[in-house]
């Protein structure tokens, strides 16, 4: 494909494409219309040439073969990843994890549930979770843009920013809560490690990995799950064999109806998490991929991680016994965990019977953060690389420095944030989670370790605070809100695929003004506001539902209902008036 040099800005900071019209031809793939022109797209040779800072930086990093794209839309004849299954191993790396494991963990300690009530809220809140996020891989391949971008079609050129604002605040404040949470399982099986270098070594393997970008992402995903997916069954194995499972019965009255909420809460956050992300992942597969097999292979690659790997910490988690009357725990189980928390429960159920190995496999997981971090998120591999693009969004002067830079500006933003937050991780991530409003669920009490309730059953441990404020969803309420409002836009305003036109992706002035997004995304956050159950802030819905102390947490379902609702008639006046 050739250039043409009034298109594409070579000779200043980016190409960024211009305004212009041009073709569009539709192709019929499994009865969807899906769009086939190039418009607006940038050439892959087109960032190295002229003679501009940006042209020099760029061709240094071709010779090492970095990813040269940021935001820019992908040409069709560079969509040539036919490999479905490594977006389904994306996902599965990113959620075969510690932080999954740890999430599961939560139902016992924090939320008080039985073992069936809260296997039946991880199997249908993870079903409803992940299914955003499916929907939104699937835009990747039709259009060759990330989902930063795509959102302008919802937010406009300029309310977008302030989605991006959000999810930079994710990315950056997710990536150093997960690699603290790293540094500490390094620290507990050599504690000669200091907490910065524990911090260092993950963050330095992950910057590598995500600097050179799409496809080295794509490729240690394929492969990253397989050592944790073995320690995961080592311990199920290991676990099982020791009998130690209790099948803790289900609660009864307004205390299980808070509890359940709030974990769902929490399960919810976590799978939804990477909707933010979702296309940014499948942009270079063929235009004409099939959309439904693109949302199969997103889903198995989501789905059985979280299920697995969250059931496994539930089950785990029943093991904890404590003595009833001092709360103290009375078995190697509780006592790693009140020790070491998540890290411990797993090296009571490791050490003991495999010995060094067990210390092996507990490395490994640690290690998985690379491939984890949660997100949420949860993944420091898809965060630190969407944070770049994020950043990229804002302004056409930060689409002006290319993508591994702002990668390597991010990573240095969240080493420096991580390492003196060591010492003090629960204020720092409680500050962080007030700051972008992230799920954060309210333990039933945050008093003490071992508040003064009455006696709870031998099997059950006592309430606790630091399992909360550790392991927990890497997103906020924003994006209850977000998919409140993109996917109206979608379905009602534009009618499907069909009603996009990819290039004017770069054109503010026809793209949606953005006004009507921007106010019910404050809707948005008064709802989630009002249904919130938080450690910090209980809102008049959530406390109504549940024990009036702890509420339950009904924020995702609010934000999502007023946004949806107030957007919807909101746009439909912004769109008479404006016409776009």
Request: aromatic fraction near 14%; proline fraction near 7%.
């Amino acid at each position: 494909m050739g250039m043409i040099k009034n298109e594409y800005d070579v000779e200043g900071y980016s190409p960024t494409g211009t305004d212009h019209g041009g073709h569009t031809e539709k192709h019929i793939s499994s009865g969807l219309p899906v769009y086939a022109d190039d418009t607006g797209a940038v050439p892959g040779e087109s960032f190295a040439i002229g003679s501009s800072l940006y042209a020099r930086v760029q061709r240094f990093a071709g010779k090492f073969a970095i990813e040269q794209r940021g935001i820019e839309r992908v040409p069709e004849n560079e969509r040539t990843d036919k490999n479905l299954v490594k977006v389904g191993t994306m996902w599965l790396a990113a959620n075969m994890v510690v932080s999954s494991f740890a999430l599961g963990v939560l139902a016992i300690p924090v939320f008080q549930l039985g073992f069936v009530d809260a296997l039946l809220t991880i199997l249908f809140i993870n079903l409803l979770g992940i299914t955003p996020v499916c929907f939104w891989s699937t835009f990747g391949p039709v259009f060759g843009l990330r989902q930063m971008v795509l959102s302008r079609f919802y937010f406009g050129w300029y309310g977008v920013k302030v989605i991006a604002i959000f999810n930079i605040l994710a990315c950056i404040g997710w990536s150093s809560v997960n690699v603290i949470v790293g540094a500490q399982l390094l620290h507990a099986v050599n504690n000669n490690l200091p907490g910065f270098g524990g911090i260092i070594i993950i963050a330095a393997g992950t910057f590598i990995i995500t600097c050179f970008g799409y496809k080295v992402v794509h490729y240690y995903e394929f492969y990253s799950w397989i050592p944790s997916f073995i320690i995961f069954l080592i311990t199920l194995g290991v676990f099982a064999h020791s009998g130690a499972f209790v099948n803790i019965p289900m609660k009864a009255g307004t205390s299980e109806t808070g509890g359940v909420l709030s974990f769902a809460a929490s399960i919810f956050g976590f799978a939804t998490g990477w909707t933010s992300y979702a296309a940014d992942y499948t942009v270079y597969q063929p235009h004409n991929v099939s959309r439904v097999k693109t949302f199969f292979w997103t889903w198995l690659g989501l789905i059985f991680p979280l299920l697995f790997v969250e059931m496994l910490g539930l089950a785990v988690a029943t093991s904890m016994t404590y003595d009833p009357e001092t709360f103290m725990p009375t078995n190697s189980y509780a006592r790693g965990y009140e020790e070491s928390h998540v890290g411990g429960l797993l090296a009571a159920v490791l050490f003991p019977p495999l010995g060094r190995f067990g210390q092996f496999c507990l490395i490994v997981l640690a290690l998985s953060i690379i491939a984890q971090a949660d997100i949420e998120e949860q993944n420091n591999c898809p965060n630190i690389y969407s944070v770049g693009l994020s950043l990229q969004v804002l302004g056409r002067w930060t689409q002006a420095v290319p993508r591994f830079i702002w990668t390597f500006i991010a990573t240095l933003v969240y080493v420096a944030i991580s390492i003196p937050g060591y010492t003090h991780f629960e204020s720092v991530l409680e500050n962080f989670m007030l700051m972008i409003g992230t799920s954060h669920p309210r333990p039933l009490n945050s008093d003490s370790l071992h508040p003064p309730y009455s006696p709870l059953p031998k099997t059950l441990p006592p309430p606790a605070l630091e399992p909360a404020n550790t392991h927990l969803p890497p997103t906020g309420y924003w994006l209850a809100i977000y998919e409140g409002i993109a996917l109206p836009e979608h379905f009602f305003f534009k009618r499907g695929i069909a009603g996009y036109d990819p290039a004017i992706y770069t054109s503010p002035h026809l793209l949606p003004p953005g006004i009507a997004a921007i106010v019910a995304f404050c809707f948005g956050v008064f709802g989630a506001v009002m249904g919130m159950a938080q450690v910090w802030f209980i809102g008049p819905i959530g406390r109504r539902i549940g024990t009036p102390e702890y509420g339950g947490d009904i924020g995702f379902p609010l934000a999502f209902a007023f946004a949806f609702a107030s957007y919807c008639a909101l746009r439909a006046v912004e769109k008479g008036r404006f016409g776009r």
